[in-house]
Protein backbone atom coordinates (compact mmCIF):
# COMPACT_ATOMS: atom_id res chain seq x y z
CA UNK A 1 0.00 0.00 0.00
CA UNK A 2 1.37 3.19 -0.74
CA UNK A 3 1.70 5.18 2.53
CA UNK A 4 1.05 8.92 2.66
CA UNK A 5 3.66 12.18 1.24
CA UNK A 6 6.97 11.93 3.24
CA UNK A 7 9.44 15.05 2.34
CA UNK A 8 12.69 13.99 0.66
CA UNK A 9 11.45 9.72 0.08
CA UNK A 10 13.46 8.41 -2.33
CA UNK A 11 11.20 6.32 -4.99
CA UNK A 12 12.74 3.06 -3.92
CA UNK A 13 10.87 3.39 -0.44
CA UNK A 14 7.74 3.60 -1.98
CA UNK A 15 8.70 -0.35 -3.41
CA UNK A 16 7.24 -2.75 -3.59
CA UNK A 17 3.83 -1.50 -5.55
CA UNK A 18 1.28 -3.56 -5.74
CA UNK A 19 -0.01 -4.93 -8.89
CA UNK A 20 -3.01 -2.49 -9.03
CA UNK A 21 -0.93 0.39 -8.53
CA UNK A 22 1.76 0.08 -11.17
CA UNK A 23 -0.84 -0.54 -13.40
CA UNK A 24 -2.24 2.26 -12.61
CA UNK A 25 0.60 4.22 -12.98
CA UNK A 26 1.69 2.46 -16.67
CA UNK A 27 -1.95 3.76 -18.09
CA UNK A 28 -1.28 7.66 -17.20
CA UNK A 29 2.24 7.39 -18.51
CA UNK A 30 0.97 7.67 -21.97
CA UNK A 31 -0.48 11.10 -20.56
CA UNK A 32 -3.60 12.52 -18.64
CA UNK A 33 -6.48 10.01 -18.47
CA UNK A 34 -10.43 10.09 -16.18
CA UNK A 35 -11.04 7.02 -14.50
CA UNK A 36 -13.04 5.10 -17.11
CA UNK A 37 -10.02 5.46 -19.18
CA UNK A 38 -8.03 4.61 -16.97
CA UNK A 39 -9.81 1.14 -15.79
CA UNK A 40 -10.22 0.35 -19.75
CA UNK A 41 -6.55 0.77 -20.15
CA UNK A 42 -5.82 -1.60 -17.36
CA UNK A 43 -7.77 -4.61 -18.77
CA UNK A 44 -6.47 -3.78 -21.99
CA UNK A 45 -3.08 -3.74 -21.09
CA UNK A 46 -3.52 -7.36 -18.58
CA UNK A 47 -5.97 -8.42 -21.34
CA UNK A 48 -8.40 -8.99 -18.80
CA UNK A 49 -6.26 -10.46 -15.89
CA UNK A 50 -6.66 -7.07 -13.55
CA UNK A 51 -10.25 -5.74 -13.73
CA UNK A 52 -10.23 -2.59 -11.45
CA UNK A 53 -13.64 -1.52 -10.01
CA UNK A 54 -14.68 1.57 -9.31
CA UNK A 55 -13.71 1.46 -5.21
CA UNK A 56 -10.24 -0.16 -6.00
CA UNK A 57 -9.65 2.17 -8.86
CA UNK A 58 -10.64 5.54 -6.47
CA UNK A 59 -9.11 3.83 -3.71
CA UNK A 60 -5.54 3.48 -5.31
CA UNK A 61 -5.59 7.03 -6.95
CA UNK A 62 -6.89 8.61 -3.40
CA UNK A 63 -3.60 7.11 -1.97
CA UNK A 64 -1.44 8.09 -5.02
CA UNK A 65 -2.88 11.18 -4.90
CA UNK A 66 -2.39 11.79 -0.90
CA UNK A 67 1.58 10.33 -1.79
CA UNK A 68 2.09 13.08 -4.34
CA UNK A 69 2.81 10.48 -7.28
CA UNK A 70 -0.01 11.50 -9.00
CA UNK A 71 -2.23 14.96 -9.76
CA UNK A 72 -5.38 16.02 -10.72
CA UNK A 73 -5.17 17.90 -14.51
CA UNK A 74 -8.40 19.66 -13.81
CA UNK A 75 -12.16 18.67 -15.37
CA UNK A 76 -13.30 18.58 -19.01
CA UNK A 77 -15.58 16.53 -21.11
CA UNK A 78 -14.63 13.53 -22.98
CA UNK A 79 -14.15 14.22 -26.74
CA UNK A 80 -14.92 10.60 -27.39
CA UNK A 81 -17.78 9.93 -24.79
CA UNK A 82 -18.97 13.49 -24.71
CA UNK A 83 -21.44 13.66 -22.47
CA UNK A 84 -20.68 14.77 -18.49
CA UNK A 85 -17.55 16.30 -17.57
CA UNK A 86 -14.97 14.40 -15.60
CA UNK A 87 -11.78 15.06 -13.44
CA UNK A 88 -8.21 14.20 -15.12
CA UNK A 89 -5.41 12.59 -13.66
CA UNK A 90 -1.79 12.87 -14.89
CA UNK A 91 1.74 11.36 -13.09
CA UNK A 92 3.98 13.77 -11.32
CA UNK A 93 7.67 13.89 -11.67
CA UNK A 94 7.85 11.53 -8.69
CA UNK A 95 5.13 9.43 -9.69
CA UNK A 96 7.28 9.22 -12.85
CA UNK A 97 10.26 7.98 -10.87
CA UNK A 98 8.91 5.43 -8.67
CA UNK A 99 7.00 3.24 -12.10
CA UNK A 100 10.51 3.26 -13.56
CA UNK A 101 12.06 2.23 -10.02
CA UNK A 102 9.18 -0.48 -10.24
CA UNK A 103 9.81 -1.21 -14.16
CA UNK A 104 13.77 -2.09 -12.90
CA UNK A 105 13.28 -3.75 -10.62
CA UNK A 106 10.56 -5.95 -11.91
CA UNK A 107 13.04 -6.61 -14.64
CA UNK A 108 15.69 -7.47 -12.50
CA UNK A 109 13.45 -10.05 -11.08
CA UNK A 110 12.44 -11.24 -14.59
CA UNK A 111 16.46 -11.28 -15.75
CA UNK A 112 17.03 -13.17 -12.51
CA UNK A 113 14.14 -15.53 -13.45
CA UNK A 114 15.80 -16.39 -16.80
CA UNK A 115 19.33 -17.08 -15.64
CA UNK A 116 17.74 -20.06 -13.73
CA UNK A 117 15.49 -20.88 -16.66
CA UNK A 118 12.38 -20.54 -15.38
CA UNK A 119 11.26 -18.96 -18.48
CA UNK A 120 12.52 -18.46 -22.22
CA UNK A 121 15.08 -15.89 -23.51
CA UNK A 122 12.08 -14.39 -25.46
CA UNK A 123 8.84 -13.62 -23.96
CA UNK A 124 6.43 -16.55 -25.56
CA UNK B 1 -35.22 0.54 -8.06
CA UNK B 2 -32.61 1.27 -11.34
CA UNK B 3 -29.01 -0.29 -10.97
CA UNK B 4 -27.68 3.01 -10.38
CA UNK B 5 -29.91 3.92 -7.44
CA UNK B 6 -28.57 0.40 -5.99
CA UNK B 7 -25.08 1.47 -6.62
CA UNK B 8 -25.89 4.74 -4.91
CA UNK B 9 -27.34 2.98 -1.92
CA UNK B 10 -23.42 0.62 -1.70
CA UNK B 11 -21.78 3.49 -1.68
CA UNK B 12 -22.86 4.29 1.69
CA UNK B 13 -20.46 1.25 2.89
CA UNK B 14 -17.57 3.98 2.19
CA UNK B 15 -16.22 6.82 4.39
CA UNK B 16 -18.36 10.03 4.08
CA UNK B 17 -15.10 11.97 2.94
CA UNK B 18 -14.45 10.00 0.57
CA UNK B 19 -18.07 9.87 -0.92
CA UNK B 20 -17.44 12.95 -1.18
CA UNK B 21 -14.28 13.57 -3.60
CA UNK B 22 -14.88 10.37 -5.51
CA UNK B 23 -18.37 9.77 -5.07
CA UNK B 24 -19.59 11.42 -8.38
CA UNK B 25 -17.05 9.88 -10.12
CA UNK B 26 -17.82 6.51 -8.82
CA UNK B 27 -21.58 6.83 -10.13
CA UNK B 28 -20.22 8.03 -13.50
CA UNK B 29 -17.69 5.09 -13.85
CA UNK B 30 -20.50 2.79 -12.69
CA UNK B 31 -22.95 4.44 -15.42
CA UNK B 32 -19.84 3.44 -18.45
CA UNK B 33 -19.66 -0.25 -16.65
CA UNK B 34 -23.15 -0.34 -17.22
CA UNK B 35 -23.64 0.61 -21.12
CA UNK B 36 -20.80 -1.90 -21.86
CA UNK B 37 -22.08 -4.97 -19.39
CA UNK B 38 -25.32 -7.07 -19.17
CA UNK B 39 -26.54 -5.28 -16.16
CA UNK B 40 -28.82 -8.35 -15.48
CA UNK B 41 -26.33 -10.42 -15.12
CA UNK B 42 -25.17 -12.59 -11.93
CA UNK B 43 -21.40 -11.66 -12.82
CA UNK B 44 -21.63 -8.05 -12.91
CA UNK B 45 -23.41 -7.77 -9.74
CA UNK B 46 -20.64 -10.06 -8.37
CA UNK B 47 -18.08 -7.71 -9.66
CA UNK B 48 -19.87 -5.12 -8.39
CA UNK B 49 -20.14 -6.37 -5.00
CA UNK B 50 -16.77 -8.13 -4.53
CA UNK B 51 -14.83 -4.27 -4.90
CA UNK B 52 -17.05 -2.57 -2.84
CA UNK B 53 -16.72 -5.68 0.16
CA UNK B 54 -13.20 -5.35 -0.36
CA UNK B 55 -12.16 -1.55 -0.97
CA UNK B 56 -14.72 -0.02 1.90
CA UNK B 57 -13.71 -1.67 4.85
CA UNK B 58 -9.97 -0.72 3.99
CA UNK B 59 -10.96 2.85 2.99
CA UNK B 60 -13.04 3.01 6.31
CA UNK B 61 -10.01 1.60 8.18
CA UNK B 62 -7.72 4.37 6.91
CA UNK B 63 -10.62 7.23 7.18
CA UNK B 64 -10.69 6.05 10.92
CA UNK B 65 -6.64 5.85 11.46
CA UNK B 66 -6.22 9.22 9.85
CA UNK B 67 -8.93 10.92 11.90
CA UNK B 68 -8.89 9.28 15.18
CA UNK B 69 -6.67 11.44 17.77
CA UNK B 70 -8.26 9.80 20.83
CA UNK B 71 -6.05 6.95 20.36
CA UNK B 72 -3.18 8.63 20.40
CA UNK B 73 -4.00 10.90 23.19
CA UNK B 74 -4.52 7.83 25.26
CA UNK B 75 -1.12 6.05 24.08
CA UNK B 76 0.32 9.53 25.81
CA UNK B 77 -1.31 8.95 28.94
CA UNK B 78 -0.22 5.29 28.98
CA UNK B 79 2.93 5.51 28.76
CA UNK B 80 3.28 8.98 30.86
CA UNK B 81 1.28 6.72 33.69
CA UNK B 82 3.54 3.37 32.99
CA UNK B 83 6.81 6.03 32.94
CA UNK B 84 5.09 6.91 36.72
CA UNK B 85 4.77 3.18 37.42
CA UNK B 86 7.88 2.17 37.00
CA UNK B 87 9.23 5.41 38.98
CA UNK B 88 7.09 3.68 41.82
CA UNK B 89 8.23 0.55 41.27
CA UNK B 90 12.35 1.73 41.89
CA UNK B 91 11.41 3.77 44.56
CA UNK B 92 9.41 0.83 46.37
CA UNK B 93 12.10 -1.59 45.60
CA UNK B 94 14.61 1.07 47.46
CA UNK B 95 12.30 1.48 50.24
CA UNK B 96 12.15 -2.57 50.59
CA UNK B 97 15.58 -2.58 50.50
CA UNK B 98 16.44 -0.54 52.59
CA UNK B 99 13.85 -1.80 55.28
CA UNK B 100 15.11 -5.37 54.78
CA UNK B 101 18.66 -4.52 55.37
CA UNK B 102 18.46 -4.70 58.95
CA UNK B 103 17.63 -8.67 58.55
CA UNK B 104 19.19 -10.76 57.01
CA UNK B 105 18.58 -10.71 52.78
CA UNK B 106 18.07 -14.35 51.37
CA UNK B 107 19.43 -15.03 47.68
CA UNK B 108 15.71 -15.46 46.77
CA UNK B 109 14.74 -12.14 48.35
CA UNK B 110 17.97 -10.00 46.10
CA UNK B 111 16.61 -11.97 43.37
CA UNK B 112 13.22 -10.60 44.01
CA UNK B 113 14.18 -7.03 44.32
CA UNK B 114 16.63 -7.10 41.37
CA UNK B 115 14.06 -8.54 39.37
CA UNK B 116 11.29 -5.93 40.41
CA UNK B 117 13.99 -2.77 39.58
CA UNK B 118 14.78 -4.87 35.94
CA UNK B 119 11.34 -5.37 35.01
CA UNK B 120 9.99 -1.02 36.14
CA UNK B 121 13.60 -0.08 34.34
CA UNK B 122 12.26 -2.20 31.41
CA UNK B 123 8.73 -0.25 31.41
CA UNK B 124 10.45 3.13 32.24
CA UNK B 125 12.03 2.51 29.60
CA UNK B 126 9.45 1.70 27.01
CA UNK B 127 7.55 4.45 27.89
CA UNK B 128 9.91 7.13 27.42
CA UNK B 129 10.40 5.42 23.87
CA UNK B 130 6.90 5.94 23.00
CA UNK B 131 6.89 9.70 24.67
CA UNK B 132 9.73 10.58 21.97
CA UNK B 133 8.16 8.98 18.68
CA UNK B 134 11.53 8.05 18.03
CA UNK B 135 11.99 6.16 14.91
CA UNK B 136 13.46 3.11 17.21
CA UNK B 137 10.91 3.51 19.38
CA UNK B 138 9.02 0.09 18.81
CA UNK B 139 12.25 -2.11 19.51
CA UNK B 140 12.49 -0.86 23.17
CA UNK B 141 8.89 -1.98 23.67
CA UNK B 142 9.13 -5.31 21.50
CA UNK B 143 12.38 -6.12 24.38
CA UNK B 144 9.88 -4.92 27.49
CA UNK B 145 7.36 -7.39 26.19
CA UNK B 146 10.46 -10.34 25.59
CA UNK B 147 11.73 -9.34 29.00
CA UNK B 148 8.70 -9.78 30.69
CA UNK B 149 7.96 -13.20 29.04
CA UNK B 150 11.66 -13.90 30.60
CA UNK B 151 10.64 -12.82 34.40
CA UNK B 152 8.13 -14.38 34.32
CA UNK B 153 9.56 -17.94 33.56
CA UNK B 154 12.29 -16.73 35.82
CA UNK B 155 9.85 -15.95 38.83
CA UNK B 156 8.21 -19.22 38.41
CA UNK B 157 11.73 -20.90 38.75
CA UNK B 158 13.42 -18.90 41.66
CA UNK B 159 9.48 -18.65 43.15
CA UNK B 160 7.28 -21.47 42.84
CA UNK B 161 5.60 -20.79 45.61
CA UNK B 162 4.22 -17.55 44.44
CA UNK B 163 0.83 -17.97 42.49
CA UNK B 164 0.44 -17.39 38.50
CA UNK B 165 -1.71 -14.84 38.81
CA UNK B 166 0.63 -12.97 41.01
CA UNK B 167 3.19 -13.02 38.63
CA UNK B 168 0.76 -12.38 35.64
CA UNK B 169 -0.56 -9.09 37.35
CA UNK B 170 3.29 -8.13 39.09
CA UNK B 171 5.64 -8.54 35.24
CA UNK B 172 3.18 -8.96 32.82
CA UNK B 173 0.09 -6.50 32.54
CA UNK B 174 1.72 -3.33 32.30
CA UNK B 175 3.93 -4.35 29.84
CA UNK B 176 1.47 -6.04 27.59
CA UNK B 177 -1.09 -3.18 28.46
CA UNK B 178 1.74 -0.41 26.89
CA UNK B 179 2.53 -3.29 23.68
CA UNK B 180 -0.90 -2.99 23.45
CA UNK B 181 -1.95 0.64 23.15
CA UNK B 182 0.94 1.07 21.39
CA UNK B 183 -0.75 0.05 18.48
CA UNK B 184 1.20 -1.33 15.09
CA UNK B 185 0.96 0.30 12.07
CA UNK B 186 0.21 -2.81 10.08
CA UNK B 187 -1.98 -6.33 11.31
CA UNK B 188 1.08 -8.67 12.45
CA UNK B 189 1.74 -11.56 14.79
CA UNK B 190 3.62 -8.93 16.94
CA UNK B 191 0.18 -7.20 17.12
CA UNK B 192 -1.93 -9.99 17.90
CA UNK B 193 0.40 -11.41 20.21
CA UNK B 194 0.22 -8.40 22.34
CA UNK B 195 -3.94 -8.14 22.29
CA UNK B 196 -3.75 -11.74 23.37
CA UNK B 197 -1.01 -11.04 26.20
CA UNK B 198 -3.62 -8.13 27.16
CA UNK B 199 -6.42 -9.86 27.46
CA UNK B 200 -4.67 -12.55 29.49
CA UNK B 201 -3.59 -10.19 31.73
CA UNK B 202 -6.05 -8.34 32.40
CA UNK B 203 -8.51 -10.96 33.34
CA UNK B 204 -6.42 -12.48 35.86
CA UNK B 205 -6.51 -9.08 37.75
CA UNK B 206 -9.45 -8.83 39.53
CA UNK B 207 -8.94 -12.80 40.76
CA UNK B 208 -5.82 -11.66 41.67
CA UNK B 209 -7.04 -8.42 43.48
CA UNK B 210 -9.55 -10.86 44.86
CA UNK B 211 -7.32 -13.15 46.08
CA UNK B 212 -5.20 -10.59 47.78
CA UNK B 213 -8.51 -9.06 50.39
CA UNK B 214 -7.29 -9.62 54.03
CA UNK B 215 -10.53 -10.50 55.00
CA UNK B 216 -10.80 -13.78 52.54
CA UNK B 217 -8.46 -15.37 54.99
CA UNK B 218 -11.03 -15.45 57.89
CA UNK B 219 -13.40 -17.87 56.01
CA UNK B 220 -11.06 -20.68 57.35
CA UNK B 221 -11.47 -20.05 60.60
CA UNK B 222 -14.04 -21.55 62.51
CA UNK B 223 -16.06 -18.62 63.78
CA UNK B 224 -19.66 -17.93 63.22
CA UNK B 225 -21.29 -15.51 60.22
CA UNK B 226 -21.54 -12.63 62.91
CA UNK B 227 -17.95 -13.13 63.53
CA UNK B 228 -16.63 -13.24 60.42
CA UNK B 229 -18.55 -10.48 59.35
CA UNK B 230 -17.20 -8.29 62.11
CA UNK B 231 -13.57 -9.72 61.29
CA UNK B 232 -13.83 -8.91 57.80
CA UNK B 233 -15.12 -5.30 58.52
CA UNK B 234 -11.55 -4.80 60.68
CA UNK B 235 -9.94 -6.72 58.16
CA UNK B 236 -10.70 -3.92 55.67
CA UNK B 237 -9.18 -1.52 57.60
CA UNK B 238 -5.99 -3.40 58.76
CA UNK B 239 -3.19 -4.39 56.39
CA UNK B 240 -1.71 -7.63 57.13
CA UNK B 241 1.61 -6.84 58.66
CA UNK B 242 4.52 -8.55 56.54
CA UNK B 243 7.46 -9.69 58.29
CA UNK B 244 10.34 -11.27 57.03
CA UNK B 245 12.09 -14.40 59.28
CA UNK B 246 15.36 -15.64 58.57
CA UNK B 247 14.43 -19.29 59.50
CA UNK B 248 11.84 -19.50 57.08
CA UNK B 249 12.77 -19.52 53.27
CA UNK B 250 10.01 -17.54 52.32
CA UNK B 251 8.22 -14.35 53.24
CA UNK B 252 5.26 -14.79 55.01
CA UNK B 253 2.32 -12.07 55.99
CA UNK B 254 1.29 -12.12 59.57
CA UNK B 255 -2.04 -11.14 60.45
CA UNK B 256 -2.00 -9.39 64.13
CA UNK B 257 -5.40 -8.94 65.74
CA UNK B 258 -5.57 -5.87 68.09
CA UNK B 259 -6.17 -6.78 71.47
CA UNK B 260 -10.27 -5.96 71.18
CA UNK B 261 -10.63 -8.35 68.27
CA UNK B 262 -8.64 -10.77 70.72
CA UNK B 263 -11.27 -10.48 73.57
CA UNK B 264 -14.23 -10.24 71.48
CA UNK B 265 -12.94 -13.76 69.24
CA UNK B 266 -11.82 -16.33 71.92
CA UNK B 267 -11.75 -18.88 69.26
CA UNK B 268 -9.23 -17.32 67.49
CA UNK B 269 -5.16 -17.86 67.91
CA UNK B 270 -3.56 -14.89 69.02
CA UNK B 271 -1.72 -14.67 65.55
CA UNK B 272 -2.73 -16.33 62.51
CA UNK B 273 0.00 -16.68 59.69
CA UNK B 274 -1.12 -16.47 56.41
CA UNK B 275 -0.06 -18.01 53.01
CA UNK B 276 -2.04 -16.37 50.68
CA UNK B 277 -0.03 -16.73 47.49
CA UNK B 278 -0.29 -13.18 46.82
CA UNK B 279 0.91 -12.03 50.39
CA UNK B 280 4.15 -13.56 48.91
CA UNK B 281 4.51 -11.14 45.98
CA UNK B 282 7.35 -9.13 46.45
CA UNK B 283 5.16 -5.83 47.57
CA UNK B 284 6.74 -2.96 45.80
CA UNK B 285 5.37 -5.17 42.33
CA UNK B 286 1.80 -5.09 44.08
CA UNK B 287 1.47 -2.65 46.11
CA UNK B 288 1.09 0.46 43.37
CA UNK B 289 -1.24 -1.53 41.22
CA UNK B 290 -3.69 -2.48 44.26
CA UNK B 291 -5.00 0.99 44.65
CA UNK B 292 -6.05 0.95 40.63
CA UNK B 293 -8.09 -1.84 41.11
CA UNK B 294 -9.74 -2.32 44.97
Given amino acids: ?124 | MSAERFYRLLLRAYPPEFRADYGGEMVLLFRDQCRESDVRSLGFWARVLCDVARSAPTLRMEAWRANNRTMEVTMKVAAILTGLLGVFGIANAAVEWVAGSKGVNEGTYVLAVVLGVFASVLLLGAAVAILLQTRWGRQPARLALVASVVLFVAARLLFPWMSYFSQLVGFGLPVALLIALYRPSKPSTFGAASIVLLLVFGLSVPAAVAQAKPGDTVKDLPLTDAQRQSLRVRAATQRPTTIRSPATSARTAMIVPSPEKRRSIKLMRPVKTSQIPSSSVPRFLFSFMEPLFL
Fill in chain 1, 1 to 124: MVTKRRAGRKPEAYLPLPPATFHILLALADGELHGYAIMKGVAARSEGGVRLGPGTLYGALKRLLDAGLVEQGGERTDPERGDERRRYYRLTPLGLSVARAEARRLDALVRAARRKKLIGERPA
